[in-house]
């Protein structure tokens, strides 16, 4: 019986050993890695579409400005399938700070939700100059007239501190007159339970007319100026040297701001501009013209084979443009090359054609965009490819002028889901791309040359570019959703954010496949572009 009891103790150790073992093993098998994003959210009270960047992992919102964002009912948030979020949706949120939400699953990934909201406020007075200047921090409006007007008699025209339609005041701006040595205080209340104490002064100024701004491109000014909102405002013009001026027509005027672009200019030429407010006019102003700017074989006409790689310029000439051929090479695979079917009427003999394929590269068969871009190709890292966009160039093009013949395949191949379209599937529409920007990048902040500064990597899509960045001055972008009936012409126009701003470089991306940095798009996508040129 004791050799019993010792043989159950025994096998009660060994067992006890055994289960530690196993417990002692590591498990190195590694969780997969799954990227986490917020793929759409609704709000209510907002403007336009949400604005989700899975690069920054940012969700951005604009609100209505009768929306109270200290309330903002957000309805409905999808996510990666199987990602859990640290904070419960749908919900009311107080947005006037960002919201933070963490997702999980076997990775986790911070994503923040803000929220933006513009008030629209103005303050205006009978005979003001120039616009008034709000500060809607400190509560204070301020309106600018001339030296003899009337303190005691003033006319206010028009005035909103809040939100539109929901806001009241105490007492009625409308109903004071007298700011002789003093200011007005008015109370403005909205959304029940806010109130804001604003300050209105009237200052008198000697200035009576007077340039903001003189912004001079290669064949047109851009003018700004303030004057007496009652009085008769304009603009005039002629090259330095000649005698008569030219009366500037088309201004825009907002109460005492008004604004005109002269066209039709000469490019490195001066000329001088003057602005006029009733009888009182600026000193003249005198500006110089920049000088065009012209792609260098804008039409294609000029190719070369260096190294078994077909290349869009002559040989021993400087680059200019660049392809994916470089990379698409190593799979004795060519994307783009000449082609004898241009457009119509053109005075040259060969056009750029870009066909999208799926080339097999080490073994692995990757999809690759027919392209030709401003800039070079970087190299590849694996199967992931590096593309430098950009070329120094100073210009400021109002639109870029072209042809494009486009066959529009469907997606046969998908390597990742765009995070911009996240209901991509096979079968959809492939999806053109001719895209246009100018803007001050530099190779410190986009990892580049001071040639080529903005560096794309086909395996991080934070890098990948993005046309309302925080360096893009003006871009314009055209997408074909579907084929086109032969040779098209096209002029696309930019956008700019500022017409005083100075580029340092320009970029310009046609692509028969516009989500080709995704490894998606279709192989039977094939884009002609032939005389490419730029509008003043």
């Known amino acids: 019986m004791k050799a019993m009891i010792q043989r159950f103790q025994y096998m009660a150790v060994a067992l006890i050993l055994a289960v530690g073992a196993v417990s002692c093993i590591k498990n190195d098998v590694p969780h997969p890695v799954v990227k986490l994003d917020i793929l759409s959210l609704t709000a209510e009270g907002t403007i336009g579409e949400t604005k989700i960047d899975a690069t920054a992992h940012t969700v951005d919102i604009l609100l209505e400005e009768t929306t109270d964002i200290r309330n903002v009912k957000i309805t409905e948030v999808t996510m990666t399938e199987g990602a859990e979020s640290s904070v419960t949706f749908p919900g009311s949120f107080d947005l006037r700070n960002p919201l933070y939400v963490m997702l999980s699953m076997y990775q986790e990934y911070e994503w923040i939700i803000r929220a933006e909201q513009t008030i629209e406020r103005y303050f205006r007075v009978e005979g003001q100059i120039g616009e008034s200047v709000i500060d809607p921090i400190n509560h204070v409006a301020t309106a600018y007239v001339p030296m003899d007007a009337d303190l005691n008699a003033v006319n206010i025209t028009a005035v909103k501190l809040g939100p539109k339609e929901i806001s009241s005041y105490s007492p009625d701006p409308l109903t004071l007159v007298s700011f002789d040595d003093t200011v007005r205080h008015v109370t403005v209340t909205y959304h029940g339970d806010v109130e ?38 304009g603009f005039k013009y002629r090259k330095t040297g000649d005698q008569e001026w030219t009366t500037v027509n088309d201004i825009t005027i907002n109460g005492g701001s008004f604004s005109a672009c002269i066209e039709g200019l000469e490019p490195l030429t001066s000329y001088d501009v003057i ?9 003249v102003v005198t500006v110089t013209t920049e000088d065009t700017f012209v792609l260098p074989n804008g ?73 030709i871009f401003i800039g070079e190709f970087g190299g590849l890292v694996g199967i992931d490819g590096r593309v430098n966009f950009g070329r120094p160039s100073t210009a400021r093009p109002v639109a870029l002028h072209g042809w494009v013949k486009y066959n529009c395949g469907t997606i046969d191949e998908i390597g990742r889901v765009p995070s911009a379209r996240p209901n991509l599937q096979k079968g959809d529409n492939d999806e053109g791309q001719i895209l246009i920007a100018v803007g001050n990048w530099t190779a410190e902040e986009y990892g580049g040359s001071a040639e080529c500064p903005v560096v794309v990597y086909t395996k991080d ?37 500022s017409t005083s701003a100075v580029p340092t470089h320009m970029i310009i991306i046609c692509t028969g496949s516009r989500f080709g940095d995704y490894f998606t798009g279709s192989t039977h996508s094939l884009m002609l572009v032939d005389d490419l040129e730029l509008v003043y």
Do not use: H
């Open 196 to 233: 804001e104490m604003w300050t209105l002064c009237v200052v008198p100024t000697e200035v009576e007319v007077a340039f903001s701004s003189v912004d001079a491109w290669a064949k047109r000014i851009w003018l700004y100026a303030e004057g007496r909102s009652d009085a008769e405002l």
């Open 275 to 283: 602005a006029n407010s009733g009888e009182s006019v600026t000193s």
């Open 299 to 371: 039409g294609f006409e000029d190719w070369s084979t260096i190294d078994n790689i077909v290349c869009p310029y002559a040989e021993g000439s400087a680059p200019f443009w660049g392809t994916g051929n470089d990379g698409a090479a190593m799979a004795k695979t060519t994307l783009t090359e000449p082609t004898s079917d241009v457009r119509p009427g053109s005075a040259g003999k060969k056009a750029a054609s870009l066909q999208s394929k799926k080339a097999a590269l080490m073994g692995i068969g990757k999809f690759a965009a027919g392209n």
């Open 461 to 497: 899509e934070s890098t990948y570019f993005n046309k309302s960045g925080k360096n893009v001055i003006g871009a314009g972008e055209m997408i074909l959703t579907e084929s086109t009936d032969g040779w098209m012409e096209f002029t696309l126009p930019l956008e700019y954010v």
